[in-house]
């Protein structure tokens, strides 16, 4: 269960329930949450010279890498392929726009409707699903990852760790996940005791917000590189006058942005003006950016209300776009279970819409949930020479033929796209289910240790290894890279507990 998270000035944080994860599996699992408790209103203390920041790219990104475990573990990081493919493309489209990156970035969905978005350490930044669906268009969206991305690149997420500057790495990894709790509203029971015991939770509070200084160079310069990646300038000041609006009618439970990022009318002036000083420029929204609101939109409320929403807009033409709106409806439909009615709505929705892999990824569910695994294997490997990287693809493709009983094909798959994407933990979980189609226990416990380390689980993924090398089904060579793997986990888990930081992994 993920949770919410208050920070005050007292000496501990209270935490309460508040979300639960979502899955992987596309157009059936909604993403559920409760609203974000809001955090006490702070100041960060003036950290002076930049010169004077410790912390390394490297160690920035060791950082990063393990708050974002913890995330995943936590149930706060929205594992779905075609959203997260989505806010990679838009965001390494805004970070090529100028050359000020000196770290690679990484942008993932957060299942929680609530109002925010974020930057952690190392180039990582979260957008929450109720963000994108508050936004109206594509160059809104854009204008918050812009700014987001400005806050790594000026350094402001370095000063906020500065007065930590001394701990070791994974001291200031349990700060990271404290303060992105405190920020986002959204921490786990199973991250609190390390949060608190490793990150001084004195000092969180000091360290909650950015500066008045940092918030104004993120919009000037965010300003700049929305601009320069082709958008609409005028989104940034659009998206802040809503925000705004939207909070005098929410009886003090202000938006979770609007409390890690104040709006004041001084900033929503300003950025009219920096849009006024530009030529108008009219950007129409991608198909993608539409269809993932549309996704998102399928998973709300209860199955049969976002089938009827869909209906509805579609039957009042109330839509920007009738293809992402079609589309909603067969993913609800999905949701919903109603496979007949689904498979009918999409010979519709293919007869006016372009190629689009989210398209393609779609049908071959319609073909799976109907019973259909070796159709949907067939449309899959039409797809997938036309979009080898949409990870949905990647993933459905060995998920098909394990239904069509064809285990060996969709293991031999899965450890191909394992080369290419080394890190994926999905694709860990989908070998191991193919594996253990086959009998072959090594090798799937091999896997399933390797998705519990992804999810940040050391416990269970240390686990999983122990059986693996009880399995007796191995040659001597694959004992040994099981072998050195485990001594690798119980390693990091040892730092991890020294650090009094392992009990947040399992």
Do not use: C
């Not at 209270?14 to 994860?21: D, E, H, I, N, R």
């Not at 990852?145 to 906020?160: F, G, K, P, S």
């Not at 950007?283 to 269809?291: E, G, N, P, R, T």
């Not at 067969?330 to 006016?352: G, M, P």
């Amino acid at each position: 269960m993920r949770r919410t998270v208050s920070a005050t000035l007292a000496l501990v944080l209270a935490f309460t329930p508040a979300v639960a994860p979502v899955a992987r599996a596309q157009y059936a699992t909604p993403a559920a949450s409760a609203r974000a408790s809001a955090p006490a209103a702070s100041t960060l203390p003036d950290l002076g010279d930049s010169a004077q920041v410790a912390l390394s790219p490297a160690q920035e990104r060791k950082i990063g890498e393990t708050a974002l475990k913890q995330l995943r573990a936590a149930g706060a990081y929205l594992n779905d392929p075609e959203v997260n493919d989505y806010l990679n493309e838009l965001g390494q489209r805004l970070v090529a726009a100028r050359n000020d990156a000196r770290a690679d970035f990484h942008f993932f969905g957060v299942p929680d409707p609530s109002i925010n978005a974020f930057a952690m350490p190392g180039g990582f930044i979260g957008v929450n699903t109720g963000l994108i669906l508050l936004t109206q268009t594509e160059s809104e969206l854009a204008s918050v990852l812009a700014h987001e991305i400005t806050h790594v690149t000026q350094n402001h997420m370095a000063r906020m760790l500065e007065n930590q500057k001394n701990s070791l790495l994974m001291s200031l990894a349990a700060l990271a996940v404290a303060i992105l709790a405190a920020r986002s509203g959204s921490s786990s029971s199973d991250m609190v005791p390390a949060a608190i015991a490793s990150a001084q939770a004195l000092q969180v509070q000091n360290q909650l917000n950015f500066t008045r200084e940092n918030e104004y160079e993120a919009d000037r310069i965010g300003f700049q590189r929305l601009d320069a990646a082709g958008f609409d300038t005028g989104g940034a000041a659009a998206l802040m006058e809503r925000l705004q609006k939207a909070s005098r009618f929410t009886d003090g439970n202000v938006p979770t942005y609007l409390r890690t990022h104040p709006i004041t009318y001084e900033r929503i002036a300003e950025a009219q003006a920096r849009a006024q000083s530009k030529s108008y420029r009219q950007v129409a929204d991608s198909l993608d950016f539409q269809m993932v609101r549309a996704l998102l939109r399928s998973y709300a409320g209860r199955s049969d209300e976002a089938v009827a929403w869909f209906d509805n807009g579609l039957a009042e033409r109330k839509y920007n776009s009738e293809v992402a709106a079609r589309y909603g409806l067969v993913a609800s439909l999905l949701r919903d279970k109603q496979f007949a009615r689904a498979k009918k709505e999409l010979a519709a929705l293919e007869t006016i819409a372009p190629p689009h892999p989210m398209i393609e990824a779609i049908a071959a569910h319609v073909l799976m949930d109907s019973g259909e695994a070796a159709a949907a294997v067939t449309r899959l490997e039409a797809a997938l020479p036309r979009y080898p990287n949409k990870l949905q693809l990647v993933y459905d493709y060995p998920d098909a033929l394990i239904k069509a009983g064809r285990p060996a094909q969709a293991s031999a798959f899965a450890e191909a796209q394992l080369q290419r994407f080394p890190q994926n933990g999905p694709l860990h979980e989908i070998a191991a289910k193919a594996y253990a189609a086959q009998g072959r226990s090594l090798k799937q416990h091999q896997h399933l240790g390797e998705y519990y380390a992804w999810m940040g689980n050391l416990r269970l993924a240390i686990d999983q290894l122990e059986l693996a090398i009880k399995a007796g089904d191995a040659n001597f060579y694959e004992s040994s890279v099981v072998e050195t793997r485990l001594r690798a986990l119980r390693l990091e888990q040892a730092e991890q507990q020294k650090e009094g930081f392992g009990r947040s992994t399992g």
